[in-house]
């Protein structure tokens, strides 16, 4: 019989597996999340709000490698580094979204590779967390699509931290530290004069570190090569293109601007004058948490060095950097933070967000690594983990908020920029053309305009060039709608709002009259901006006018003197024609129109200065001058010293407000024989004369008085003086206000006033 029990029993034994390899677990790539996150943070919130249009700085910066604009005044403090950084964009593409789509992307890919750089030195989820509270900032991602230098100053200082620490350990890093310096110098040399200058010391005082002393000094000079060659080129020199800096910056010296940063944590972008209140002082605690985070990170680095001293002395060995951070990785990106912030801090007198974001990311660095101690050292590090895991949700939420709010603003400014420039498009500003005054770099770049200043921080010219330029090329002058006023040499210019914003653009006179031709065909009375021949005439002041035609003048002036209170013609705020008496005056070459504070017919001529001025016929039927008109613009006098001046002189009986006449027709109409004479005067125009024959026969002439000592030809008396006022001695100089200049009129010296009767009841 056959044996199967044997074969059952080793059928029922189970046989031994081999066992299964290890199974390798990929990493979670943290730090290429992060950087993920960032780039959709900006398209999502940040490109929607500014992709319409550029900022003021964005706006020279990008103009000076723009092929379809002029380059905007490029002043001493600016380096040109972020110009070359976007020029292949800019020279290949006009869009800005685009260009602030393509800026997203790259930063986003910079944020990486910077903080990669530290994973040789600390642990992989620390960089990530240090990338994190660095990007998770408003001021970070509203900087990431932004042509501004301060985030890539920021990124470049990671890098450089970096590479510096890991010279000693890797020959190929002192390339890459020469190279990331140079960056960093080239965006914005200032700043890396400032990061340059730890490093420089650390590199000659310890011996490790000596090896980076040719790369960090090498960098240095590479990246400032180009602001060195423009000083000399431009300034005259290096020190002479820093005192100018130290100018613009509004004198650079010992400035305590500390609380000028706090108020601008959560918004304005620029604070100058830093007069705001802090804003929302609980989603501060970050920034006022900094200070205190970064001690604990230094003194818990100290901790750590003393253990890991009294290890290698009872024979435990040394822990693995990359998981106990060393000293020198929390120290040194401290000491550069406190480097990069100094100027910002402590030598000008006003602040931006953008300004400390250097310090804000090499703080990250050392901030991460007390998180993870933290955790380590708890005796629950999960529920340590969770806690800080909440409250740095907390921060992230904050800062989102945030950055919607500053998002929603740069849309409302920016988008003025683009609406001034389609509305001074529309008044015929078309390249070439210039913009001055407020606002003009901005709002010029997007309308295709040069740019100009004769003053602040962006002066470029002077304001003779400025009116040469104008005589031949479509200008505009921008000032603020509510309390603006013109520079002197664009008083007599005409004044267009520009719809959607809180500007008026002035037109020299003949571009203006260019602009109503082609709105219309035809000069229309009574339209706000136009009304006839007074609307863009060219404009003279008296004294002009009394050179050209000295006799015409001197009639014109006795005229107004012979009668009180000639009547002048101004434009309501509908249109409509107001016609009000007055008070004039003659002196220092002017005809003065003065008037009581807030008249209708001041309000009148604040916001239409268009004027027609009638001189009063008096009482007599019989006259031989019938007419004697002034029209022009009145310009409104603000200087003190003028305005001593004519009080001194005039004594007016109370308050008046005074504006200064420019003149841009003189009409005299009377009657000779049986003609009606018109004489005509025009600035820049020969004395026209016109006959034509007169509706009736002349009034019988006034009798002659029979007085052998009386003045034959002198017309009977009537109730107001006979001749004007005696010239009164005016204290003031010889010179006349500002404005054109020119002799006084004949019959009035220099110095002296002429006053029409009745002075001061206008």
Same mark, same amino acid.
């Given at each position: ?149 301060? @985030?890539?100053?920021? =990124?470049?200082?990671? &890098? #450089? *931290?970096?590479?510096? $620490? %890991?010279?000693?350990?890797? +020959?190929?890093? /002192? ?112 920034? @006022?948490?900094?200070? =205190?985070?970064?001690? &604990? #990170? *230094?003194?818990?680095? $100290? %901790?750590?060095?003393?253990? +890991?001293?009294? /290890? ?116 015929? =500003?078309?390249?070439?053309?210039? *913009? ?327």
């Amino acid at each position: 019989m056959e044996n199967t029990a044997a074969p059952a029993a080793l059928a029922a034994r189970p046989r031994p597996h081999s066992p299964e390899p290890p199974r390798y677990r990929r990493r979670v790539p943290w730090l290429g999340l992060v950087a993920f996150g960032y780039a959709v943070v900006q398209l999502a919130v940040v490109v929607p709000h500014t992709g319409h249009a550029l900022g003021w700085d964005e706006s020279v910066y990008v103009s000076q490698v723009d092929p379809r604009n002029p380059p905007a005044f490029f002043s001493a403090p600016r380096s040109r580094g972020i110009s070359l950084l976007v020029a292949p964009i800019v020279a290949a593409t006009s869009s800005i979204p685009v260009l602030r789509v393509l800026l997203t992307v790259l930063s986003a890919v910079a944020l990486y590779a910077s903080f990669r750089v530290w994973t040789r030195l600390l642990p992989r989820t620390t960089v990530a967390l240090a990338a994190l509270l660095f990007s998770g900032l408003w001021i970070t991602m509203i900087s990431g699509p932004a042509v501004m230098p301060n @985030l890539w100053v920021a =990124l470049g200082a990671v &890098a #450089a *931290v970096g590479w510096f $620490l %890991r010279v000693p350990a890797d +020959r190929g890093a /002192r390339w890459w530290l020469a190279a990331v310096l140079a960056g960093v110098t080239l965006v914005r040399t200032p700043d890396g004069g400032w990061l340059g200058l730890p490093l420089l010391i650390g590199a000659i005082a310890v011996r490790t570190w000596r090896p980076a002393l040719p790369a960090v000094v090498g960098g240095l000079l590479l990246g400032a090569a180009q602001w060195i060659g423009e000083a000399y080129d431009r300034f005259g020199g290096i020190s002479q293109r820093l005192n100018v800096s130290s100018d613009v910056e509004g004198g650079m010296g010992l400035h305590f601007a500390v609380s000028a940063a706090l108020r601008s944590l959560n918004g304005p972008q620029l604070c100058r004058p830093c007069e705001v209140p802090l804003r929302h002082p609980e989603l501060t605690l970050w920034w @006022l948490a900094l200070p =205190l985070l970064t001690a &604990a #990170a *230094v003194v818990a680095a $100290l %901790r750590d060095r003393h253990q +890991r001293r009294n /290890r290698v002395r009872v024979g435990l060995g040394r822990p693995d950097p990359r998981r106990v951070p060393g000293l020198p990785s929390t120290l040194l990106p401290v000491i550069c933070a406190g480097a990069l912030a100094v100027p910002y801090l402590l030598l000008i007198d006003y602040a931006a967000p953008r300004f400390l974001m250097p310090s804000y990311a090499l703080l990250a660095l050392p901030i991460a690594g007390l998180v993870f101690r933290a955790v380590r050292a708890a005796k629950s590090p999960q529920h340590m983990a969770v806690a800080l895991g909440v409250v740095i949700t907390l921060q992230l939420t904050s800062q989102y908020a945030v950055l919607s709010h500053a998002a929603s603003q740069s849309d409302t400014v920016t988008g003025r920029y683009r609406t001034a420039a389609g509305a001074l498009a529309r008044l015929g =500003l078309r390249p070439p053309c210039l *913009v001055i005054g407020d606002r003009a770099l901005p709002v010029a770049y997007h309308a295709g305009c040069s740019s100009a200043q004769t003053s602040g921080n962006n002066e470029s010219t002077t304001p003779a060039a400025l009116v040469r330029r104008a005589a031949h090329e479509p200008t505009a002058v921008l000032t603020k709608r509510k309390g603006g006023r013109p520079p002197s040499y664009a008083r007599d210019w005409v004044a267009y709002p520009l719809a959607g914003t809180e500007w008026n653009a002035h037109l020299p006179v003949e571009q203006a009259r260019e602009l109503e031709a082609r709105k219309s065909g035809q000069e229309t009375s009574g339209k706000p901006g136009t009304m006839g021949g007074m609307t863009t005439d060219p404009t003279a002041n008296w004294s002009r006018f009394q050179s050209e035609e000295p006799g015409f003048a001197t009639a014109a002036q006795d005229r107004f003197g012979r009668y009180p209170h000639p009547v002048l013609a101004a434009a309501g705020k509908d249109g409509a024609p107001r016609l009000t008496p007055l008070d004039v005056s003659f002196g220092d070459g002017e005809l003065w129109l003065a008037m009581t504070p807030e008249s209708r017919k001041g309000l009148d001529l604040r916001h239409d200065p268009r004027f027609s001025l009638q001189a009063s016929p008096g009482p007599q039927e019989g006259m031989a001058d019938v007419d004697v008109r002034v029209s022009g613009r009145a310009v409104e006098v603000t200087d003190p010293e003028v305005l001593a001046r004519y009080t001194e002189a005039v004594r007016p009986p109370g308050p008046f407000h005074l504006f200064r006449a420019a003149v841009s027709e003189v009409v005299h109409t009377s009657v000779e024989g049986s003609e009606l004479v018109l004489r005509t005067w025009r600035p820049g125009q020969p004395l026209h004369t016109e006959h034509r024959p007169a509706a009736s026969a002349p009034a019988p002439a006034p009798q002659r008085s029979e007085d052998p000592q009386g003045e034959a030809g002198a017309p009977e008396p009537g109730p107001g003086p006979e001749t004007g006022s005696e010239a009164e001695p005016g204290p003031g100089p010889e010179q006349a206000p500002p404005g054109e200049t020119g002799p006084a009129p004949a019959g009035t010296p220099s110095g002296t006033w002429a006053v029409s009767p009745g002075r001061g009841r206008g």
